[in-house]
């Protein structure tokens, strides 16, 4: 694979220059499917600005701050939580509908709301919670957020939820692309049959852009936790497929860098790297099956954002990489275990004695152990925080238990 020697790292370059106004593919305010519940439009704001407020503001992002991303909250302040990784996210994501010419304001909204289901303690959270809650339907982030934004904040005095668009919506739950095929959440269908979010189709630009934007930022912001952690060294990393180009390409021109200097450059040219490509391929699907609207990329059966071929496969070798070398190292795998642990004996607890949970929460419940405490005692874990998890889990089993 070829890349430049150095990078140009200008997103606004001679290479994609930013256009004047909306695409015709872009998602148009004008023609938004609206609001569940009907409101005035706002003077100030366009309905997209009005969804990423509202994400902002919401409890849920809030609390994003003190849940993990790959470590466990309390393990250092400095490592990415699921709140820094959403604000990376929604930056690329904004940067990137700015060249396309998409609505930047719902791109963002998106990028923002994309991680908001997700429990304490990050994949092996959701790993124990869907495996405790089989029975009753299992749980699924990407259900639980779009709970969270249509049931569980209760911000609002004429609606549950925060009442996004119908985009903002359809964004949040198909950013990965249609839901036909394959087992759709309990959750989203009863969801989609109040609302139909057209599960079916591929979503606009602004909700792709995000997925990759998601990609693009996890994976570079994972070479710096796991080099800064030390889960792997500088020279394994020069090995790893498509990191490793800019690896050789830093050390050949810089030589010897201190730790956040060579991160800061082998970071800023891979994601240079990534972007550019993804912008040229985005470019030539755009180019050749010209949508003329968002309704028109809806119907056209694929996703028009994407990476190229090598890179793409590049990419996908780099994650098993940090699959292998980072998300299961051992010190990250004696969290897990741990975190694991937690969530088990937390359902366990509550689902067997609901007059544990808080009063407002006990009272939503069925029987002990019967599927509307499931679903109660499912939600009630899936929105605490590292922390309160760790202090819930001894408040309940009365046992210490060290992350």
């Known amino acids: 694979m070829e890349i430049p020697e150095k990078p140009s790292g200008r997103l606004f370059g001679p290479l994609f220059e930013p256009p004047i106004q909306l695409a015709a593919y872009a998602t148009r305010r004008s023609e938004s499917r609206g609001r569940l519940h009907p409101e005035p439009e706002s003077a100030t704001r366009t309905c997209y600005q009005r969804d990423r407020d509202r994400i902002i503001h919401s409890t849920a992002f809030r609390r994003l ?91 609002y005095a004429d609606f549950d939820g925060l009442n996004l668009t119908w985009e903002a919506l359809e964004g949040l739950v198909k950013h990965n692309g249609p839901l036909t095929g394959k087992p759709t959440p309990p959750a989203i269908l009863s969801s989609d049959a109040i609302w139909p979010l057209d599960l079916w189709s591929w979503p606009g630009l602004e909700a792709q852009i995000a997925a990759l934007a998601d990609d693009i930022a996890y994976i570079n912001h994972d070479i710096d936790d796991g080099l800064r952690a030390g889960l792997f060294p500088v020279d394994d990393l020069g090995d790893a497929p498509l990191a490793g180009l800019h690896v050789e390409a830093t050390l050949a021109r810089y030589g010897k860098l201190e730790l956040s200097r060579f991160i800061g450059e082998v970071v800023r040219r891979l994601m240079s790297h990534l972007i550019e490509d993804l912008l040229a391929e985005t470019h030539s699907r755009l180019g050749a099956a010209a949508p003329v609207s968002a309704a028109a990329v809806r119907a056209y059966g694929g996703p028009l954002v994407s990476f190229g071929l090598e890179v793409a496969a590049g990419l996908a070798e780099f994650k098993t990489f940090l699959f292998e070398r980072m998300y299961r190292h051992p010190k990250v795998m004696t969290s897990v275990f741990r975190a694991r642990k937690v969530i088990r004996d937390l359902y366990a607890e509550l689902s067997a004695e609901p007059v544990l949970l808080p009063p407002d929460w006990a009272a939503a419940c069925g029987m002990p152990n019967d599927a509307e405490t499931a679903s109660v005692v499912r939600d009630y874990i899936a929105g605490m925080t590292d922390n309160f998890a760790i202090q819930e889990h001894r408040r309940v089993t009365h046992t210490e238990i060290d992350l």
């Open 65 to 155: 701050k003190h849940k993990t991303q790959v470590f466990v909250q309390h393990e250092g302040d400095y490592y990415r939580t699921r709140l820094t990784h959403s604000l990376e996210v929604a930056q690329i994501a904004r940067s990137l509908a700015r060249v396309l010419g998409l609505d930047e304001d719902l791109a963002e909204a998106i990028a923002l709301s994309h991680d908001l289901g997700h429990t304490p303690f990050g994949h092996a959270g959701e790993e124990a919670l869907n495996e405790a809650t089989k029975d009753f339907g299992g749980f699924d982030h990407n259900a639980h957020a779009l709970k969270l934004v249509t049931q569980l904040e209760h911000r």
